[in-house]
């Protein structure tokens, strides 16, 4: 899968910097192109010669020879790649990344390139645990690029803790599922639902509201771009394209919509649950037209719907990977955070009332997705079908990662 193509191994100055020359080996193998970026501390930790030995070409670390006067073109090698691995990617360079300080040709090419860029992060397990590690993470996530997360284990300073760099093996694999035909949610059930919900009140009136199934639409066609064998169980909307690869399941109230879910449940691997589901239903629905009374009013008596994500939560497996939304007007994170654990949801995905550009009906969003460990990656305002790629690559991550 990764014969032909070209691919910039970046390299920063950390211990584990020694399995970057058997990365190296290992995408040559597999027919890439390699080409070694170095930091200037990278070198006090493996020689650019044994880089350069096992790529066949010079190892890049300052922006001009001093000998040769050659002037390396960060912008040339960005269009040149097509990818860019940072393994391994210390805290300082992850910081760097996430801020644009362009300082050496590492950072300056990562800015320039264009190709999807790799991750996989190497440190001590307190810098891992950092709160600004995790906060420049969720920054490059948000950029779209991808983490290789560490693993736990051993690491240099003899503790023990996550913080060792993914082996080399694993992240050439990383590398060829991505360019590889196979997709990489083949194989996978996807559940999402969509849309509002009616509540009949009678026969020609109901209790709705302004969801327009945007962005629920866009998840589902993500999710079988990525591969994935989608199920979309919507409520009444109208003028929403979908890919004829998604299997559409039509319906109108809540409880019709908990059904729905129920039934193909027990088969699913990830579910986004993004409907606007009514909160209560009409209790005392009239099977007439109710009249217009001419000294009273009808009176309406609500029940309470079930919540669908909970119940779903309720019995959900290990290899199942459940996410819900949260759309909030106030004290969003602790709202989100709240609905996360009491629906057991394992990521939640926060829209703000309060940002310009996201809500019901309009064509962006602006989502923070929080997981159930509190890490929180805040995306800017994009259009729904960009979103839902960010929504889907973050997925992709999860199961990898799972
Ligand atoms: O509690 P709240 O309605 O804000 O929670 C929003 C999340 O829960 C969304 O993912 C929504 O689709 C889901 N939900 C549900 N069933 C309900 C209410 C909300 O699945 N009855």
Not at 80 to 99: F, N, Q, R, S
């Amino acid at each position: 899968m990764l014969k032909g193509k070209h691919i910039i191994l970046g390299v920063t100055g950390g211990i584990a910097a020694y399995k970057s020359a058997q990365l190296a080996r290992l995408l040559i193998k597999a027919g890439a192109e390699v080409q070694v970026i170095m930091t200037p501390s990278a070198r006090e930790f493996i020689t650019p010669l044994t880089m350069s030995t096992l790529t066949g070409k010079p190892v890049i670390t300052e922006f001009f020879t001093a000998n040769t006067g050659e002037w390396h073109s960060h912008v040339d090698l960005g269009i040149w790649a097509d990818a860019m691995v940072i393994a391994p990617a210390t805290a300082c360079t992850i910081g760097k990344m996430a801020h644009g300080v362009a300082d050496n040709m590492l950072v300056t090419t990562y800015l320039s390139a264009k190709a999807p860029v790799f991750v996989a992060p190497a440190m001590d397990l307190d810098m891992m645990a950092h709160p600004s590690t995790s906060a420049n993470l969720s920054l490059l996530r948000s950029y779209g690029n991808h983490i290789i997360e560490p693993t736990s284990g051993e690491l240099a300073s003899h503790l023990i803790g996550k913080g060792r760099m993914e082996e080399p093996e694993r992240i050439v694999q990383v590398l060829s599922d991505y360019f590889s035909e196979s997709k990489p949610l083949k194989g996978k059930r996807a559940l999402v639902t969509a849309g509002p919900t009616y509540e009949r009140i009678d026969p020609v009136r109901y209790i709705g509201n302004f969801s327009s199934g945007k962005m629920g639409y866009s998840v589902a066609n993500a999710l079988a771009s990525a591969g994935a064998d989608v199920t979309l169980v919507s409520g009444p909307v109208s003028g929403q394209n979908l890919s004829k690869n998604v299997c559409l399941i039509k319906v109108e109230s809540a409880i019709e919509m908990l059904n729905a879910c129920k039934d193909v449940w027990h088969d699913v691997d990830i579910a986004v649950m993004s409907a606007a589901v009514a909160d209560y239903r009409v209790a005392n629905q009239s099977q007439c037209k109710i009249k217009r009374e001419r000294d009273s009013v009808p009176n309406i008596v609500l029940a309470k719907n079930p919540d669908i994500a909970a119940t779903l939560g309720g019995t959900k497996k290990d290899h199942q990977l459940l996410i819900g939304f949260a759309l909030e007007t106030d004290n969003e994170v602790q709202n989100a955070t709240d609905k996360l654990s009491r629906k057991n949801l394992d990521a939640i995905v926060l829209n703000s009332l309060r940002d310009a550009g996201s809500g019901f009906g309009i064509d962006t969003n602006k989502i923070t997705i929080i997981d159930k460990t509190g890490n929180i990656i805040a995306y800017p305002v994009k259009s729904k079908p960009e979103v839902a790629t960010d929504l889907v690559n973050y997925i992709i991550d999860c199961i990898s990662n799972k």
